[in-house]
Nanobody
């Protein structure tokens, strides 16, 4: 239901953009988010965005990362600038998807690896 892409190798100070698209029989996509799991660490929230465009950033992402979405494409993006080696992680997208007016389900993408070299 969620397909993430855009990961790869970047140098410190560089940029990458992650994309994630929802597919299937969808009535509405509500909140969307990006999480990450750094090596040896637990999964942590990076940023969220509501269907109206309200955003929230974790302290580690504030001022460097930008989350956005295209409701028509049922997609969410994460523009990552000024990358640091500490941003190396597997990044996951998450979306709250309604298949009808009454039910909402949480979906996770498959994860995309971002590696930042110093």
């Amino acid at each position: 239901q969620l397909q993430a892409s855009g990961g790869g190798l970047a140098q410190a100070g560089g940029s990458l953009t992650l994309s994630c698209a929802a597919s299937g029989d969808i009535y509405r996509v509500n909140s969307m988010a990006w999480y990450r799991q750094r090596p040896g660490s637990v999964c942590e929230l990076v940023a969220t965005i509501t269907s109206a465009g309200t955003t929230y950033y974790a302290d580690s992402a504030e001022d460097r990362f930008t989350i956005s979405r295209d409701n028509a494409k049922k997609s969410v993006y994460l523009q990552m600038d000024s990358l640091k080696p500490g941003d190396t992680a597997v990044y996951y997208c998450k979306a709250d998807i309604m298949h009808s007016k009454n039910y909402e389900f949480e979906y996770w993408g498959q994860g995309t690896l971002v590696t930042v070299s110093s």
